[in-house]
């Protein structure tokens, strides 16, 4: 059965950093997705991966996918306040599952 | 007019009484889902379907049950709801490379 697992759930963090947020998942998986939330607000698509050794960047975001480790990665460079929100990875077999989000909080 | 429109936005509702929650999408895709949201937990998955005749549950159906009245159609039904319940509930379709989420339903049961 399809899990997913991200790591960490909250992360504070200072404006100007680095960070990774980690996505495993258990089983074989046709695709990755990464999507934001704002507080009271629906889901934004950011990306979605289709093969091994993916990898897309939009803005301070970029988004990887290894396969063969069931992990994605989501790495924020030079983090601004503006990306303060709930990232949340998602994997497919037949059926779509998320993982439990992580909260993002950037301090000024 | 939005991909995905969840009706209603907001209810409040009584324990025991029986309550649903309506779906409709203008992308033309056969995959639906309905998925609920609670602070701390992520996106739960209640229930998904490939087309009319086909619905399958998912990680927590329990209590709750779908119709999928057309392609564009996917409602879900609290026939007793009780005060657990209460969560936002959100409305997905899906093209494969993009899933396009409803604005969801809070729905809260006293």
């Known amino acids: 059965e399809l899990k997913v697992e991200q790591n960490p759930l909250f992360l504070s963090m200072q404006e100007g950093k680095n960070y990774t947020i980690y996505c495993n998942y258990s089983?074989?998986?046709?695709?990755l997705y990464w999507y934001r939330q704002d507080p009271g607000k629906s889901l934004e698509s950011l990306f979605v991966?289709?093969?091994?050794?993916a990898v897309k960047q939009e803005g301070r975001l970029m988004a990887s996918l290894d396969t063969k480790a069931r992990l994605s990665t989501l790495h924020i460079t030079a983090a601004v306040h503006d990306l303060s929100a709930t990232y949340f990875c998602a994997a497919r077999d037949d059926k779509i599952i998320f993982g439990k989000g992580t909260r993002l909080h950037i301090l000024p | 007019d939005a991909d995905v429109t969840q009706t209603p936005r907001n209810r409040i509702t009584k324990t025991g009484k029986r309550i649903m929650l309506e779906c409709s999408q203008t992308?033309?895709?056969?995959?639906m889902y309905w998925y609920r949201q609670d602070p701390g937990l992520g996106l739960r998955l209640i229930y998904y379907?490939?087309?009319?005749?086909?619905?399958n549950k998912g990680e927590i159906s329990d209590g709750y049950s779908v119709s999928r009245q057309a392609q564009a159609k996917f409602s879900l039904s609290l026939e007793s709801a009780i005060p657990n319940q209460t969560a936002l509930y959100f409305c997905a379709t899906d093209s494969g490379n993009t899933i396009y989420f409803g604005e969801g339903s809070w729905l809260t049961v006293v």
């Open positions: 379907s490939f087309d009319v005749k086909d619905i």
């Open positions: 089983t074989t998986s046709d695709r």
């Open positions: 992308k033309g895709h056969d995959r």
């Open positions: 991966l289709l093969s091994n050794g």
